[in-house]
């Protein structure tokens, strides 16, 4: 693989029920995030990680967990979901090299919860 | 606060000059971007400036920047039909002494070029 893959593709979900969205990068890129997009608002993040071993919180993290156990794998978990997760979620990442601090995004997970 | 601001929607014809706009309000922000979004795929970066350029132009792409407007304008001359796409204008955004490093995007313009 090259570059950042996210799974599933798409996925329908009833409310209560908990998922993982998965992300994976081969780029060995130190910071990863995790973001949403909705029509009208553009991309907002939702978690972020420095590094492995490190997260952070973004602008909308309430509902979701992350995790970082390596520099890989960056997976988002809606313990339970509701309608309002509804969207469509990118996977980011970038390294520390890059001058200009470059994100490189995943193609996207489309997320509906009913 | 930070907030970076779009129009939605923007309409020409091929072969005309597009210009989208973007206004960003944090001023120490170090560089800022364009990222290009085709039908279902994720983000492209299209292009981005440094905070202590006023211009930078790329083939077809000019990016003009007024730091004290606050402001941020990509031009696409002889925009094509393949142009078109949602454009976000982003801003990065330093903290915690520089360990991290987060983008704030605007809403996205949809770009329709017509025939």
């Known amino acids: 693989i090259a570059g950042i893959t996210q799974a599933p593709t798409s996925q329908i979900l009833a409310a209560g029920r908990r998922m993982t969205l998965r992300c994976t990068q081969d780029?060995?890129?130190?910071?990863m995030y995790w973001y949403r997009q909705d029509l009208g608002l553009g991309l907002r993040l939702i978690h972020y990680?420095?590094?492995?071993?490190?997260?952070g919180k973004g602008e909308v993290p309430d509902g979701y967990s992350v995790s970082r156990a390596n520099t890989d794998d960056f997976p988002l978990t809606l313990a339970s979901a509701v309608p309002s997760q509804t969207s469509v979620y990118f996977c980011?990442?970038?390294?520390?090299?890059?001058?200009?601090?470059?994100?490189?995004f995943g193609p996207g997970t489309r997320l509906t919860v009913l | 606060g930070e907030d970076v601001e779009q129009s939605l929607f923007l309409s020409v014809r091929e072969g005309d000059s597009s210009v989208i706009n973007c206004t960003y309000t944090?001023?120490?922000?170090?560089?800022l971007y364009w990222y290009k979004q085709e039908p279902g795929a994720g983000l492209q970066l299209l292009t981005y400036?440094?905070?202590?350029?006023d211009m930078k132009q790329d083939q077809r792409l000019t990016v003009l920047l007024n730091k004290k407007d606050k402001h941020l304008s990509l031009r696409i001359a002889d925009t094509q039909t393949g142009d078109s796409a949602i454009y976000f204008c982003?801003?990065?955004?330093?903290?915690?002494?520089?360990?991290?490093?987060?983008?704030?995007f605007g809403t996205g313009t949809l770009l329709a070029v017509q025939p």
């Open positions: 980011a990442s970038s390294g520390r090299g890059a001058p200009y601090n470059e994100q490189f």
């Open positions: 780029m060995r890129h130190n910071a």
């Open positions: 990680s420095n590094t492995a071993g490190t997260t």
């Open positions: 944090d001023s120490s922000s170090t560089y």
């Open positions: 400036i440094f905070s202590n350029m």
């Open positions: 982003a801003e990065s955004i330093r903290r915690d002494g520089g360990a991290t490093n987060k983008l704030i």
